[in-house]
Structures are given as structure tokens and as C-alpha cells.
């Protein structure tokens, strides 16, 4: 009984999960864009090149699409908008133990910490130190967007996405990716 219970929730779990945050605006043709401006990103925390960092991607995403993209609200009658929820470049630690024959203990660098939210992996002994590890935590990007009707204010898409990768520049591309996916091509079940 125990199990099955367990195996209950874990369905829950998985079904509640996978909800996704989109909203459209009911009856919007999509077909009608063909220009948008990229209006302004609010950064994340002390990583004050985030924004730019998203935007530049929009951007070369958008023209991949075959969409005319300008930067800012002038001319334009659809905006994308957003913050950047999360930001964090990949990680290196190296460790170094010590030569454990000679019975000493060092460490250099900081101490580890817990990184919640990445995957972290051993890149093995740095070269040249025996008794030592190389930790690296994958890089996170998260966002919200939004596309906005300039002309009357109405916010007609919004979503949030947020990615791990190796590097932060393949983060921010699988967020800003999915984004763009779930606004070309909607669910069928969104109402």
C-alpha cells in the first residue's frame, strides 16, 4: 500500500510539473508579426551584463525566424520584455589535498559549498597535483518574457523558462529557445 501511495505521488508529481506557463491571448494570429522590437530586460542580481546578454540572443533568434527586429519601443508594434530570474556562469573549484605522503593537509581555493540548482562534476586531478580535484557546476539561466502590443499596452504572450548548460551562453540560448518555441508554435491544449 505504502508503494502504491508512493507511486501516487510521484505521478502528481511529474503531471503538476509539467503544466506549462504560457498564456496566450485567446484568437491573437501569430502570422500578423512580422517586426518586433527587444525592449528592455531587467538584470539579475550584480550580473549587470544578463540583460544584454538575453537580448542579444532574442535578437539573433528572432532574425534566424525570419523576423525584422529592432532594438527598443520606437516604430515597433510588438516589444519583447522581460527579467532575467536567474543567472549563474559555470563554476570551477579546485581542491587540493595535500601530499598524503608526507602527512600534510592543504587546501587551497574556498571551501565548498552547496550549489543549489546545477549539476556538479568531477573533472578529475589538476595537472601536475596529485591529491587534487577539479570540481566545475554547470551555468543556469532563467526568464520571463513577454510580448506586448505597443500600441495598446496588452500584454498578448508571456512564459518563463529557466535551463542548465555547460557554459552561460548555451543556457541563455535553450531558455531564450523554448521561449520562442512555446510563442511560434502554441499548445493545442491553451485556451
Known sequence: MYKILQYLILLLLFIFSCTPRVAIKPGFDFTQVKSVGIGDFISYGNFNNSAELVKDEFTRQLIKMGYNVKRGKEGMDYIFEGTVTEFSPTK???????????????????????????????????????????????????LTARLVDTKTGEIIWTNSFSYEALDIQYAVEGVV????RSLVKPYPYHR
Open 92 to 142: 570551477r573549484y579546485l581542491f587540493y589535498f595535500g601530499d598524503k605522503d608526507k602527512q600534510q593537509q592543504i587546501i587551497i581555493g574556498t571551501l565548498g559549498l552547496e550549489i543549489s540548482g546545477s549539476n556538479v562534476y568531477s573533472l578529475g586531478s589538476a595537472f601536475g597535483l596529485k591529491d587534487s580535484e577539479i570540481l566545475v557546476s554547470n551555468a543556469t539561466c532563467g
Open 177 to 180: 529557445s523554448y521561449l520562442l
